[in-house]
């Protein structure tokens, strides 16, 4: 079956714009969350999503940085007013409970954002 | 706070063993894990160890845990060029959901 796929890949944007990320889960995933990947840095984890609702924001950096999730399934993460500190790569992953810590994350290829 | 430490770059020879250390802060992690990053790819969940456990094998793959010290390794037997990759470790903090604590990840680099 296909794994969780993000759109685009690569996303070179102004300083300024606004930026659209896509996070399709695996099918049937309850479960889905957004981290962050700088250069040199670990995954910094910034929204975790149950259903349709987001029980924890609290890795969101700023109030620029806003996500939705609809259907209990693909996920958009917004980023207004880009700045250059929010170039890195944004890693959605997905799994198909939560509540239990060995419920795998399944993780996918990224989407790196480069802000000129 | 919650925090995971990784030294940044790990080279070895193929063939031999690779042991990569991690740190930890949080007392009340249940599980940690590894995961295994390639160039281009997502995160590829390795293997995980409960905290009451001291060690965990798989195949080619070793879990060390020392959970007075909060010292997690992972050995990798006969290291190959196709284990060439960024590692991570990652605790799971308590709080109803599997929040993960990410280190920085470890380059491992393999050379023939």
């Known amino acids: 079956g296909a794994g969780v796929s993000q759109s685009p890949s690569n996303k070179v944007t102004e300083k300024g714009k606004d930026v659209e990320l896509r996070c399709d889960p695996i099918s049937g995933h309850t479960a889905l969350y957004w981290y962050r990947q700088s250069l040199g840095q670990g995954l910094e984890f910034l929204i975790y999503f149950q259903g349709n609702s987001a029980p924890d924001k609290s890795g969101l950096p700023s109030d620029r940085f806003s996500a939705e999730r609809t259907g209990g399934s693909v996920s958009t993460l917004t980023i207004q007013r880009t700045q250059q500190e929010d170039s890195a790569v944004y890693l959605c992953a997905s799994s198909l409970v939560s509540g239990r810590n060995t419920d795998t994350q399944y993780f996918g290829p990224g989407t790196r954002l480069t802000v000129l | 706070g919650e925090d995971v430490e990784q030294s940044l770059f790990l080279s070895v020879r193929e063939g031999d063993s690779s042991v990569i250390n991690c740190t930890y802060t949080?007392?009340?992690?249940?599980?940690l894990y590894w995961y295994k990053q390639e160039p281009g790819a997502g995160l590829q969940l390795l293997t995980y160890?409960?905290?009451?456990?001291d060690m965990k094998q798989d195949q080619r793959l070793t879990v060390l845990l020392n959970k007075k010290d909060k010292h997690l390794s992972l050995r990798i037997a006969d290291t190959q060029t196709g284990d060439s990759a960024i590692y991570f470790c990652a605790e799971s903090i308590a709080g109803g959901y599997n929040k993960l604590i990410f280190g920085a990840g470890t380059r491992l680099a393999v050379h023939p």
């Open positions: 160890i409960f905290s009451n456990m």
């Open positions: 949080d007392s009340s992690s249940t599980y």
